[in-house]
């Protein structure tokens, strides 16, 4: 089943930074909107077709308003591109959610936030969030230069004596890495980490914090770091509809799925939201996700079928 949407109207547009626009939505008909907690994100429904996942950046107490910022990404698949160059005040979208694959732990002692790019956005609201109860926390931002970085004279005004906020900058190092190995390895042994940016500021931060507990990193994927996978050769039974569904290759366990008909709940397509995470009551997947643990992977009960497929001839679902 698709997930449930509402139309909202786009109040405003700011430009936050180079290529960044923040978009202030808010109900059609007035009134409040669905609660949200620091982290969390809404699905786009744009009119071409694309559904695309975007962190809310407000204060989570705010119930009359959601507001997102797009990066206008020059490898994008079209999302952001379609945002930029077609959504203008006024306009009424479609959006599901809220939900919330990053959630911030309030009652941790310290939180480490570590940014690069257009992922300060979920961060942003964990800092709100993170002000409002009083709780230390430390900003690592990384961009590519001053003008690349949203949101910086408002995160400047945070002045706190619990919070610390550090920028970094490509431009203004040329022969100097960003060094996250020193910031993991420098952050309190009870602290809570949270990271999202580039795929490869990622796979770094994974790296460096390896030998932490695991409950205290959090990653925020907004990029798949592997390929679907679309060899294809097996079949997909469907639980509840009594259906087998070959996949082909050349398709993912999705495209099968919506070519056969079945309505199936989607966004990213990339295997990093978990819009389309499914029950698996038989088969072994080949997980290609970054939405899942290694854990949650290893005890295969569920698939992201935008992406993964299956090592077992047959992969039963929960559909």
Request: proline share 4%; charged share 25%; aromatic share 6%.
């Amino acid at each position: 089943m698709a997930d449930v949407t509402q139309d909202v109207l786009v109040k405003r547009i700011g430009y936050e930074a180079e290529r960044i626009n923040s978009y202030e939505l808010i109900a059609r008909t007035g009134g409040e909107l669905t609660p949200f907690t620091a982290g969390g994100h809404i699905n786009l429904h744009l009119p071409n077709g694309m559904i695309r996942s975007y962190s809310l950046i407000n204060d989570p107490r705010e119930r009359h308003r959601y507001v997102i910022a797009v990066n206008r990404d020059a490898e994008s698949r079209g999302g952001s591109s379609f945002v930029h160059d077609t959504v203008r005040v006024g306009d009424i979208m479609t959006i599901s959610g809220p939900r919330n694959n990053f959630a911030l732990h309030e009652q941790a002692e310290s939180s480490v936030l570590i940014a690069g790019g257009i992922g300060i956005t979920p961060l942003l609201s964990m800092i709100r969030r993170l002000e409002t109860l009083g709780r230390r926390w430390e900003l690592y931002y990384a961009a590519r230069t001053r003008a690349a970085a949203a949101f910086l004279d408002e995160l400047g005004t945070f002045r706190s004596g619990h919070s610390r906020m550090h920028v970094d900058f490509d431009d203004e190092r040329p022969g100097r890495l960003f060094d996250l190995p020193a910031i993991v390895g420098n952050a309190p042994a009870h602290a809570h980490l949270y990271c999202c940016g580039p795929v490869s500021m990622l796979a770094a931060f994974e790296a460096a914090s390896a030998g932490r507990a695991a409950d205290h990193v959090h990653v925020e994927y907004f990029q798949a770091r592997e390929a679907p996978a679309i060899e294809g050769g097996f079949e997909v039974r469907l639980a509840r509809s009594d259906r087998t569904i070959p996949v082909e290759p050349g398709k993912t366990i999705l495209d099968a799925l919506l070519d056969a008909g079945i309505t199936a709940n989607y966004a990213c397509t990339e295997g990093v939201c978990g819009t389309c995470e499914t029950r698996v009551i038989e088969g072994i997947p080949d997980h290609r996700d970054q939405f899942l643990s290694k854990e949650e992977q290893a005890a295969n009960k569920s698939v992201m079928i935008c992406c993964s497929g299956a090592r077992s001839r047959t992969l039963v679902l929960d559909l």
